[in-house]
């Protein structure tokens, strides 16, 4: 029975995963909105989100890797148990969040004697602002972005040849779910449901995926550990020496990070200009990043599997860059 649960579970990581995708834009949408009624711009609000949002996601994903990978070696489901855990204290914390960010309208007031608190753009407003949402989210998206790096451990424990196509799909199955959350939330959740049951959605999603998780799992929580097992081939013994040595890997690194940098920034003007062409909406910031969640969702499927079957991933890599 469980070996047919985990055989049933390997098939449906992609489904909680796309699950998992739309319970966290539901969250960021929420945020957005929030955020601009707590700090009284919602473009500044949404590029807040946004920055705090995405570091959370990349100090969680490298946080979790590290230590994935010392793990699964003694524990081979230490990594997909924490991907459960994870969901289920994300949860908790997007419930804590429901209740208490709604309980700081007065907070601008008290920030400082003036009468327009810290809606009065300045150095120090920002920094307070910025400092109070990384309070707020940070722990909350570290974790979000840790749920990924967890299910590649899991499901890449000795295929290393197989990683494009695999995080390619899994990659793809959690933004098409935030695609589809980030537009439900303001088309349809939320004109129905209201802002606060919209956000209860998330977390019970969260809840759900989180516990499915730990009950497929929960036999092997408690077999014993198994003896030494076999180290996964390097990285440079599947792709060649040049494409494993450090330079190769910090200009890639380095490449990724311009293309983020570029990317995020776009998003924000792209935003703006489509307020000022449309309306100050609040639609507008759920259309235009449905639809950019949409194209890289497709392009990760298509990249992952382009990967695989051409092989050469760096001159993938440059090919699109250039595009």
Known sequence: MGAMLLSAAMMGWPFLFFLSGVSSLIYQVI???????????????????????????????????????????????AAVRAFGYSELAIGAMGFALLLGLGRLDDLPAGYTPNAAGWFVPSWTSHAAQYALTIL???PVTALMGGTLTLLIRHLLQHDVTAAGWKIGALYGMNT???????????????????????????VLLNLAVGSCVLFVTRHEARAPAPGPRRQPPRPREIAGESAGSTRVLVLVAVAIFLTGFAAMGLEILWFRHISALVGPFRAVYSLLTTVILLAMGAGAILSGAMATRAGHPLLLLIASEAL
């Open 31 to 77: 945020w957005v909105r929030q955020f601009g009624n707590l700090f009284g711009n919602t473009v500044f609000a949404a590029s807040l989100v946004i920055a705090v949002f995405m570091s959370g996601l990349g100090v969680g994903s490298y946080v979790a890797g590290v230590w994935a990978d010392r793990r699964y070696i003694v524990r081979p489901y």
């Open 136 to 138: 707020l989210l940070g």
């Open 176 to 202: 098409a779910g935030a695609a589809i959350g980030c537009f439900l939330t303001d088309y349809a959740m939320i004109p129905h449901l209201g802002l606060r049951l919209t956000e209860a959605l998330a």
